[in-house]
């Protein structure tokens, strides 16, 4: 099992999100943080707005993976959103975002944080799987394609 997998629920993969910014985009991942994990949204918003002040969290090739630190969590949590329409993200090549994979993870959980993300980009690297993933219809083909995909260095069972 992948890392991502471990921390993301079906019912927190949504497809066919409606929203218009970047801004909205966040405010929509914090109801939903909210709602399934107990985190506050404006907690969400502000420690996702804080990591995008950085420099943009959009990847390319259409995917941005949102991350922040909260305090008071206890285990990183996860949100995928499928847009219904691409919106601007200031990804590095300057192409629209319609994949967002957003991670939240302890304050203090700086070696977990990398952990996640690394496996994330090395999961984004291969074109076919973005394609697969881009192309789901649905939330349950989304989620398993994301729980099923397995790092380079992962033990065949």
Wanted: aromatic residues 6%.
């Amino acid at each position: 099992m992948n890392r991502l997998a471990k921390i993301l629920k079906v019912d927190q993969v949504i497809v066919g999100v409606e929203t218009t910014s970047k801004k909205r985009v966040f405010e929509y991942a914090g109801l939903i943080f909210e709602a399934k994990c107990g985190i506050s949204r404006s907690k969400v918003f502000d420690s996702l707005f804080a990591r995008e002040r950085l420099g943009s969290t959009g990847l390319g090739d259409g995917i941005a993976i949102p991350h922040g630190r909260i305090d008071g969590i206890k285990e990183a949590v996860a949100v995928v959103l499928s847009l219904s329409s691409s919106i601007s993200f200031d990804a590095n090549d300057n192409l629209p975002v319609n994949l967002l994979i957003f991670l939240l993870v302890p304050t203090n959980a700086a070696q977990k944080h990398l952990e996640i993300l690394g496996e994330v980009a090395e999961m984004l690297s291969d074109n076919a799987f973005k394609a697969e993933l881009n192309n789901s219809k649905d939330a349950q083909t989304l989620y398993s394609k994301l729980n099923t995909w397995r790092p380079s260095n992962a033990p065949i069972s």
